[in-house]
């Protein structure tokens, strides 16, 4: 072997650091130490998690708040396999990350090795991740991690952004080479992608002539930066903007033109609105089911009948769920700069802007009297709704929440009010349970100068308890709001109400009690600071406490779980359910 260079593991860690990564999150295992000390040697930070989804759901967080790059560094086959739930979760929500798994050495892939996978092919554990990766490699030498590093970086980051996997295995870790670290000089530094010029042209003519346009923003805003870009021409226009879930806050809520999230469970005023607008521009955004209602034209979008212009990246989402009038290839911090000049002469008549704004404005009178219904009820268990409220209120304007799934998110995409770009985290295609937990710590490092409130219910942070170590060992201080209300609460609601069963759906002991671990003994004993609330009118003042510590913290509050989240709009599955008894 060439005793000149370095090892495979120290010249990817190098190409690493040239990329701007400061943290990697992983596990360790013997096949993939090499790269965990190399990155130590070399001052990048190794984020340990106690099992490998969580550290996945922690990069990703990790990535929407701070846009640096997602990078993860596990064991093989159970290690790898356990993050294929996280990468997943990240690539359909279109967070770049590089995977980088160990593996049994190049030689011993022919035969059994112990932990190796080869149950169809030799070594053949990167075939799982084909379906959620942009690019899947094994790299049997060394001399290939030049290219390899250099396309990875440029692949996961360019697009539509994705994750890619790298297969080492441990010989190649070890193996010298001799070449300058992959940096950012050696990939493609073009500017943005522009729209064409003729179809942003025909929908600035489009907008500007509308009655009632709606701008309808997904999580493509957040991945471009487009923030200022959006309300600039939102304001220009005098447009109203409505969000898909995972894009709650690329426009601030607290801003006269938001209609909030549409969807199964969106606001009220969303859904009308855009059923009722003559012109959408809908900018990065797949139209995924919840968002439009399992497409239903009668409850969100009633398209074809209103016109559509769609800015995408992607050239495969342009017009794959609705016929397009006008679509646009193109990035969407480029192209709502451009269409925002092309307007420029010919803005809205302010008369037609101004009807839009009252109707606007009473539609979003009568959906804040309507979730008073629920915001404002004094029951125990506590509604929901109510803690939602009031840790709307409390935490500041900059505040990151991090959600879970059931109340903590659909609700929480609905009433929670978000102010500031990357304020509301969630896993959006997959909804994966067990995704706050450690996304929140993630947020956290990402942000450290924002508060991190992780929203979970009782059966998602027991689904991954283990995260709340990783917390206390590096002193990450996340404000875990746990919702334990005893059970699946919408899953429960779904029995209860087709099926008039709760079978499988409730925590409780073999002689019928409610059961759950006691959290705030439980919290102690991880070293971790708690409270419990279980008053409804002890909900401001526990959570302004609570939203003082600087220190990882858990606060409980016994929520109902008899409530089902407020549908506003629709989900075809009912259609389906509602034959459970016959």
């Not at 099992?51 to 290690?79: F, M, T, W």
């Not at 929500?93 to 011993?108: A, E, K, Q």
């Not at 923030?227 to 409505?242: C, D, M």
Request: aromatic share 8%.
């Amino acid at each position: 072997m060439d005793e000149q260079g370095v090892t495979g593991a120290i010249f990817m860690a190098q190409c690493l650091k040239e990329e701007g990564v400061e943290k990697v999150f992983g596990q360790c295992g013997h096949t993939n130490y090499a790269l965990i000390d190399a990155c130590q040697r070399l001052g990048i930070e190794y984020i340990s998690f106690r099992h490998e989804q969580q550290a996945v759901h922690a990069a990703d967080a990790y990535y929407r708040v701070s846009k640096k790059l997602a990078v993860i560094n596990v064991h093989l086959s159970p290690g790898l396999t356990n993050t294929v739930t996280g990468v997943a979760s990240a690539a359909m929500d279109g967070t770049p990350m590089v995977v980088i798994t160990g593996n049994t050495p190049s030689y011993h892939h022919p035969r059994e090795a112990h932990q190796s996978m080869r149950l169809h092919a030799d070594a053949s554990q990167g075939d799982i991740f084909r379906p959620i990766c942009k690019r899947v490699w094994r790299v049997d030498d060394a001399k290939f991690l030049p290219e390899i590093m250099h396309r990875a970086l440029n692949i996961a980051q360019t697009g539509r952004p994705g994750a890619v996997l790298l297969d080492i295995p441990m010989d190649v870790f070890s193996q010298k080479i001799s070449a300058v670290p992959v940096t950012r000089l050696r990939r493609p530094n073009f500017p943005r992608s522009m729209g064409d010029a003729q179809g942003v042209a025909e929908a600035a003519r489009l907008l500007s002539s509308a009655a009632n346009p709606v701008i309808f923003a997904g999580n493509g805003v957040a991945l471009s930066g487009a923030f200022a870009e959006l309300q600039a021409l939102a304001e220009r226009l005098g447009a109203p903007v409505a969000t898909t879930l995972v894009g709650k806050g690329v426009f601030p809520e607290t801003h006269p033109l938001s209609l909030g999230t549409t969807g199964i469970w969106g606001s009220r005023v969303a859904n009308e609105s855009a059923r009722n607008a003559d012109v959408i521009l809908a900018v990065g955004t797949a139209f995924g089911e919840a968002d439009c209602s399992s497409w239903r034209p009668e409850h969100t979008f009633n398209i074809p009948g209103t016109t559509l212009i769609q800015i995408d990246i992607d050239p495969q989402e342009i017009g794959k769920s609705y016929p397009v009038d006008i679509g646009i290839l193109g990035d969407a911090k480029a192209t709502l700069a451009q269409l925002a000049a092309a307007l420029l002469d010919t803005p809205r008549p302010s008369a037609a802007a101004q009807a839009q704004a009252a109707i606007t404005a009473s539609r979003k009178a009568a959906w804040r009297e309507e979730l008073k219904d629920t915001q404002l009820v004094d029951t125990k268990p506590i509604h929901p709704a109510r803690l939602l409220m009031e840790l709307s209120k409390a935490a500041p304007a900059d505040a990151v929440f991090v959600t879970d799934v059931g109340w903590n998110k659909n609700g929480a995409g609905q009433q929670l009010e978000i102010a500031s770009p990357a304020g509301f985290i969630t896993s959006g295609g997959m909804a994966t349970m067990g995704y706050s937990p450690g996304a929140a710590i993630g947020a956290k490092l990402g942000a450290p100068d924002r508060k991190v409130l992780g929203l979970v219910g009782d059966g998602g942070l027991m689904s991954v308890l283990g995260a709340l170590t990783t917390a206390v060992e590096l002193d990450i201080p996340v404000l875990w709001v746990l919702f334990n209300n005893f059970c699946y609460s919408t899953i429960r609601t779904v029995g209860t109400t087709y099926f008039d069963n709760s079978y499988g759906t409730e925590f409780r002991t073999p002689d019928g009690e409610l059961y759950n671990p006691d959290f705030q003994m439980l919290a102690k004993s991880f070293g971790i600071e708690s409270a419990l609330i279980e008053e409804p009118d002890d909900l401001e003042a526990g959570i302004k406490a609570a939203l003082a510590k600087d220190v990882p913290f858990l606060l409980e509050v016994r929520t109902r779980g008899d409530v089902p989240m407020p549908r506003t709009g629709y989900w075809d599955i009912a259609d389906f359910l509602a034959h459970g008894n016959d």
